[in-house]
């Protein structure tokens, strides 16, 4: 052991410790001379394991996308026809529904009772229906295939809008606690969407918190630069707004938290879940050019963390979706719709509102009648995705053959025809399926109004 040379009072070292300290310097620059290419080796091997682990998790979320990439080309295949037979279901229980009541309030006592049973079990047919049609909704947009209508938003205002529904929906046995930037800069997505995120994950802590807890939900503004994606992070380079769900659940291990994003994947006892929430939740996000992730520890809770770029355009106020109502004045619809039991329950709903109906099984015959018909068309329903012609051709060619009609499209998987991106082209009215007939009429009576100017009434064309 080297002794440590002690300054005297006047300045000098103590007498025979000179060649010990000289020895000791000597070690110590020996020692300094052998640390010092060292040290860039050591930070150049944290900096390789770090450059490693962020390739690994790349990967990971790579593989991931392209399983659900595949899935989703299932799901927008079966979606079409699936939703036709949803939209058939729903409105035909409605139709029916509607004359059980009839007969129960105008019948005896003893038909009475069995009526009222069979209204209740057309009831039970809708729920299921309209259960399946949500599953079917789900699909589309976790497989990243829906049809988007994104504006530009403050996502503080998406939450607070939200944030009552919240609250009935994880219960009074969870507290919910939000903190707000209050500042935060606009992004462009879906409001609906976004809604739908917030809810879904609300549901997953609700479920992880069965005894109670806190949900918490902050938002700021964050900058995201080279270091951070070297990181791991997948948000984009500048400025995002960061979104954090957390609540104080029994959390999960790491191997879970690997699979929670993947459809159909669920922890919930007795398949309790349909496990797509937490799938949609990704797959909105990734369509929002957004990016999420999890930080979660068993039985210390769950951190959801979301980012979503920063947009340049002004944000524009979220109104509040009320009914529209509107009276029909006798308008001529066309409705162009290749699966023929969907086709008769559409014309019902028009006929039975008040509209002058034709119908078509096809593009082809569109054009053909409406060539011909001596009257106005006034409305378009066409289908998007159909054979031979598709929705969008025949409305082109329509507007030759009648410039002055209105139209609308219908379609259960309609964004590989009417979407650019994956976003609503400007201008184009949509009516997703399966749809009910409230909901179609106030859609049809958007689309009408204000462009609507009179027409003439040609005395025996067909209705």
Sequence with gaps: MV?????????????????????????AERHADREAPERPEVA?????????????????????????????????????????????????VSFVSEEVAAA??????????HLKA?????????????RAAGLTHQLLVFARRDVIRPQVLDLDNVITTVEEMLRRTIGEHVELVTSLAGNLWPILADPGQLEQVLVNLAVNARDAMPAGGTLTIDTCNITVDADTIAGGSMARKGRNV??????TGTGMSAEVAQHVFEPFFTTK?????????????????????????IYSE????????????VTAEAVIPITESVPYQ?????????????????????????????????????GLDALRIAGGYPGEIHLLVTDVVMPRMLGKEVAEKMRLIKPEIEVMFMSGYARPVLASQGRLDPGVALMEKPFSEADLMATVGQVLNGHFQGFTTIPGTPA
């Design 242 to 247: 960061r979104l954090r769900v957390s609540d």
């Design 3 to 27: 002794d440590v040379v002690k300054p005297t009072g006047n300045g000098q070292a103590a007498p025979g410790r000179t060649e010990d300290t000289a020895e000791a310097g000597t070690d």
């Design 269 to 293: 006892p007795g398949r309790g879940g349909t496990g797509l929430g937490l799938a949609t939740v990704y797959g909105i996000l990734t369509q929002a050019d957004g990016s999420i992730r």
């Design 326 to 362: 509107r009276a029909p004045k006798g308008e001529t619809v066309l409705i162009v719709e290749d699966e023929e039991a969907l086709r008769e329950v559409t014309r019902r709903i028009f006929a039975r509102n008040g509209y002058r109906v034709i119908t078509a099984a096809n």
């Design 44 to 92: 150049d091997d944290v900096s390789r394991r770090k450059a490693r682990e962020a390739l690994e998790r790349r990967e990971q979320l790579q593989a991931q996308a392209q399983r659900l990439e595949s899935l989703g080309q299932l799901a927008g295949g079966v979606a079409h026809d699936f939703n036709n037979l949803l939209a058939v279901i729903l409105n035909y």
């Design 104 to 113: 129960t309030a105008a019948a005896g006592p003893e038909p009475a009772a």
């Design 298 to 309: 068993p039985g210390a809770g769950t951190t959801f963390t979301i980012t979503l770029p």
């Design 118 to 130: 069979a209204g209740a079990d057309l009831a039970q047919i809708k729920k299921a229906a309209e």
